[in-house]
């Protein structure tokens, strides 16, 4: 979350207030000294705490202003990295699926031209099995498309909480996948009411979290649970867990440590936003082994 800059002027707009304010300081301060001490001794005294209090004054003031120039610079720096990561990933997301979605495409387009005979008849039955590797290349690209405008605006807009209630929001997440996926089972296990100030781009990282565990299972029929509980510190987990074969390596570093390798595909964009939205969100994001078998995924929100 972005923290409060309580001036964002530029050097010479700071350094004409402080000449501003300074002279009149010193200008006030020592027609009012002379105009109610009368004692020499006494004004001099006086006169020697004032400066010393402009002083501690002018201290207080610069270290402001050096701590906001420090806290501008490290989130401008910090937002600039997850920029150069986020484009690193999305151009070679980018250059190995549309090369490769295109080359399936084009070869599936000549394999159904192929089956048209002269007068333009066709296709014949076994085209269908073409067209719909066609179709399903398509899909596949305008999900990438999709993701990868989230992941832009992840880097782009600032980061607004706002409360939420986790418990409606992971209901309202699981029924949107379990429409896409009818063959698979949700199952929420809360004891409480968990509400709290969260981005609500959480349930984007929702989404990846479920859909990857469903995608990635090798059941007819794969069983997703997600678990909310309250720990005794006041943070609250978010157990996304699945009964399937376990989480590649690979992309545990994407979760964990938010490492991308030029192996790392299209396959873990899910999970390279679900781990942004949850970080970005200064929430935590880590894989536990499920017994006794599976994946759990935990979201740490404080």
């Given at each position: 979350m972005t923290d409060y800059l309580p001036y964002s002027g530029s050097a010479l707009d700071i350094a004409v207030v402080y000449a501003v304010v300074s002279g009149a300081w010193i200008l006030v301060s020592d027609r009012l000294v002379a105009a109610l001490i009368v004692d020499a001794q006494l004004s001099n005294t006086v006169q020697t705490a004032k400066g010393w209090l402009f002083v501690a004054g002018s201290s207080v003031?610069?270290?402001v202003l050096v701590r906001h120039g420090q806290r501008s610079r490290r989130q401008t720096n910090q937002r600039l990295d997850r920029a150069l990561q986020q484009t690193t990933v999305l151009h070679r997301i980018l250059r190995h699926n549309l090369r490769n979605s295109c080359n399936v495409i084009a070869g599936n387009t000549e394999l159904v031209a192929s089956h048209v005979d002269e007068d333009g008849r066709g296709p014949d039955p076994q085209s269908e099995a073409h067209l719909e590797t066609i179709r399903e290349q398509t899909e596949q690209l305008v999900s990438i498309t999709e993701k990868t405008r989230l992941l832009r605006d992840l880097v782009l807009e600032e980061t607004n909480e706002e409360p939420l209630d986790l418990v409606a929001l992971v209901e309202d997440r699981i029924a949107v996948t379990g429409g896409r996926y009818p063959n698979a089972s949700f199952t929420v296990d809360a004891t409480d009411h968990f509400e709290l100030e969260a981005d609500p781009r959480l349930q984007e990282a929702i989404d990846e979290l479920l859909e990857n565990a469903v995608e990635h299972s090798d059941r007819d029929s794969p069983s997703v649970r997600v678990a909310l509980n309250r720990q005794p510190n006041g943070t609250v987990h978010v157990d996304v867990a699945d009964d399937g074969p376990g989480?590649?390596?690979?992309?545990?570093?994407?979760?964990?440590?938010?490492?991308e390798s030029p192996m790392f595909h299209s396959e873990g964009l899910g999970l390279w936003i679900a781990r942004s939205v949850v970080v970005?969100?200064?929430?935590?994001i880590f894989i536990v082994d499920n017994e006794p078998r599976g994946t759990v995924v935990r979201i740490v929100l404080s």
């Open positions: 003031f610069l270290f989480m590649p390596e690979m992309e545990r570093a994407v979760l964990e440590e938010g490492m970005q969100g200064d929430g935590e």
